[in-house]
């Protein structure tokens, strides 16, 4: 029998994995024009968007929960095994639909394959990355969102081309990955993935420490209403584009660009972590995209794509720092902690996106956009809440 790969050649095909997953993961924000011209009524489309958003969110992100917490006491490589291989054959099935019904069966199947993925390959991707814990979360979640902006550029091409019903062949990747999962991950159970890394999965829980419970909350605040924003440009963004007569394919290149902006500001925010005070980005992060996604859809042209991609470099350079201040606060439980940060945070921002739709229907989309960007300044003052925190860049390297 040949050798297991080694922590290094694991760490990197992890990445390679998650980036895998994402591309298929973010189909929807591609699709959603395309789905709502077969499917609904043009009165109804940004409600109906909202339905389909929050629907996969569900299952996506607040599934992350209970797969957090089962990761915690299973050591199981088939989470991710079928966390690729659910999220890529239904996703890919979106295009042959025929119904509403089968699109919701096949988001929430599809979402609960993501869900299960994510905990557990976060936490995995710390304790494998010789880089340390906080760089190594975030080339982790680069990876993730080089998937997201690349993958559905690659995906969609023959959909484009030669319609909705080609998408299907797209899941052939996903399920080659899929099978190769448990070969390379072959000795998983020898994972420590405790932050401490003085426990191994099932033994007992280490109690919970005291003071924890309003920071986290807060941490949790902030990730849920930085998510509001981030899902609804990237899921709306489609529409208000394709209303604006954008084709398909310029459309798909604009998305890409905001969700590879995402993937800047993760690693950038990652390695700054290491450097700069933690509260100081985090306060940078809330106060500073605002006014560069606003500008952004006040613009066109170049300036446009310019504002729009700094705009949520500045916004997604504080989730590195959430996941592993959570991760630190519930030292022993890091599945939980990751999947209360990533999950349940994206399963709210996401649910909330179903108001966003129907404000938009009522109100106009370009009005609920402008709204929307506005959304971390209000959580700002919230910080003061954080002030006693650990700063991740005088933690010990």
């Not at 030292?331 to 990533?342: H, K």
């Not at 959304?375 to 700063?391: F, Q, T």
Request: net charge positive.
């Amino acid at each position: 029998m040949q050798n297991t790969p080694s922590t290094r050649k694991q760490f990197y095909f992890l990445t390679f994995t998650h980036t895998v997953l994402d591309s298929y993961a973010t189909l929807l924000s591609h699709l959603l024009p395309l789905l709502l011209t077969k499917l609904v009524a043009t009165a109804a489309r940004n409600s109906f968007a909202g339905t389909l958003v929050s629907l996969y969110s569900v299952f996506s992100s607040l599934g992350q929960i209970l797969f957090g917490w089962l990761s915690d006491r299973v050591r199981t490589v088939h989470f991710l095994t079928f966390g690729v291989l659910l999220t890529a054959v239904c996703l890919s099935l979106l295009g042959l639909a025929p119904s509403k019904l089968i699109v919701y069966l096949l988001l929430a199947v599809g979402g609960l394959g993501v869900a299960a993925f994510h905990p557990q390959a976060t936490t995995y991707a710390g304790a494998l990355a010789a880089e340390g814990r906080g760089l190594g979360t975030s080339i982790f979640l680069t990876g993730g969102n080089v998937g997201r902006a690349l993958g559905p550029l690659a995906l969609m091409a023959m959909p484009y081309r030669f319609g909705l019903a080609s998408l299907a062949w797209g899941m052939v990747p996903g399920v080659i990955v899929a099978l190769c999962v448990p070969w390379v991950f072959r000795d998983a159970r020898h994972f420590n993935v405790s932050i401490d890394g003085d426990r191994d999965v099932g033994s007992p829980l280490p109690p919970l420490r005291r003071g924890i419970f309003l920071p986290l909350i807060v941490l949790f605040i902030i990730a849920a209403f930085r998510t509001v924003t981030a899902v609804g440009l990237e899921s709306f963004l489609s529409i208000y584009l394709d209303n604006r007569d954008y084709p398909n394919q310029i459309r798909s290149f604009i998305l890409a660009l905001f969700i590879f902006a995402g993937s800047v500001g993760i690693m950038g925010g990652g390695w700054i972590s290491d450097r700069v005070n933690t509260y100081v980005l985090l306060l940078f992060s809330l106060l500073g995209a605002p006014p560069l996604l606003y500008a952004s859809l006040h613009t066109e042209g170049l300036p446009f794509l310019v504002f729009l991609f700094l705009g949520n470099v500045i916004l997604a350079s504080s989730i590195t720092i959430n996941i592993v201040l959570a991760q630190m606060m519930l030292r022993g439980r890091e599945n939980i902690a990751s999947s209360l940060m990533m999950g349940a945070a994206w399963g709210v921002g996401g649910l909330l996106n179903k108001l966003v739709g129907v404000l938009g229907d009522l109100f106009g989309l370009p009005i609920v956009l402008d709204g929307l960007v506005m959304l971390p300044l209000l959580m700002a003052p919230l910080l003061l809440i954080l002030r006693d925190l650990p700063d991740l860049s005088k933690a010990p390297k």
